[in-house]
């Protein structure tokens, strides 16, 4: 099996043993679904976490497995990608809820679900773009450069959640806070893991020595 690169913050590349992590979003995606249900009673909403629901599921059920995800590689990393995804569309809901309190309506609302969808866009970007400048390097090859980029990059987006976090650290939100918070979070992280889910899909389906091994 190949040596591949990915992002430094990642404790390594992608596995397919990460198959199993569907058991967590599963979790989540029914606990939101009871929630648009009985909450926000949106038909929109609930399907959405249906489709979730039913994705983690057909996961679990891969999970158990093992002779065919490994026999089917890239699709399963694609599935892999897809409950990262998924996860990351849970815990911004989740931080959705904590911001906007009950008026998941108002214009504050819609403003937190803009931010969120614009970093996760340009963070995907980012991350493709390192993914495609350095798809040659394998690991530990420009470790220290990158952390150095990644460092100018956190201080920016430091910079500019302290100033979207400053009109609820003055009115007292502390639970609006940590909804952007933890957004945010989520927001710049979890798009390196679908990332790096679809990338390995990638030089599995140009490469096969880039195949996992039992």
């Known amino acids: 099996m190949k040596q591949r690169y990915y992002l430094p913050f990642l404790s390594g590349a992608m596995s397919l043993s990460m198959i199993g992590f569907s058991w967590l979003t599963v979790m989540l995606s029914l606990f939101h ?3 648009t249900s009985y909450e926000i009673q949106s038909e929109y909403c609930k399907l959405i976490f249906q489709v979730f629901v039913i994705m983690n599921v057909c996961s679990i059920v891969l999970s158990f497995m093992k002779r065919i995800y490994y026999k089917f590689q ?13 996860f990351l ?6 931080g959705f809820f904590m911001f906007a309190e009950k ?9 937190y679900i803009i931010v969120m969808l614009v970093t996760i866009i340009v963070s995907s970007v980012y991350y493709g773009y390192c993914y495609k ?13 990158e952390k150095k980029e990644n460092s100018h990059l956190l201080s920016y987006g430091i910079i500019f959640g302290l100033v979207l976090l400053a ?3 003055l009115t007292g939100h502390i639970q609006s806070l940590f909804g952007v918070l933890l957004g945010l979070l989520f927001s710049v992280v979890s798009p390196g893991l679908i990332v790096d889910s679809f990338y390995a899909a990638y030089l599995i389906h140009k490469d096969p020595e880039y195949k996992e091994t039992r």
Request: net charge neutral; charged share 15%.
């Open 89 to 94: 569309l849970d815990m911004n809901f989740i």
């Open 133 to 145: 400048v350095k798809k040659e390097r394998v690991l530990g090859c420009g470790v220290e450069a």
């Open 167 to 169: 009109p609820s650290l």
């Open 103 to 111: 008026n998941v309506y108002s214009w504050y609302a819609l403003l």
């Open 74 to 86: 890239v699709a399963t990393f694609i599935l892999i990608g897809i409950n990262f995804l998924i």
């Open 33 to 35: 679904y009871a929630i």
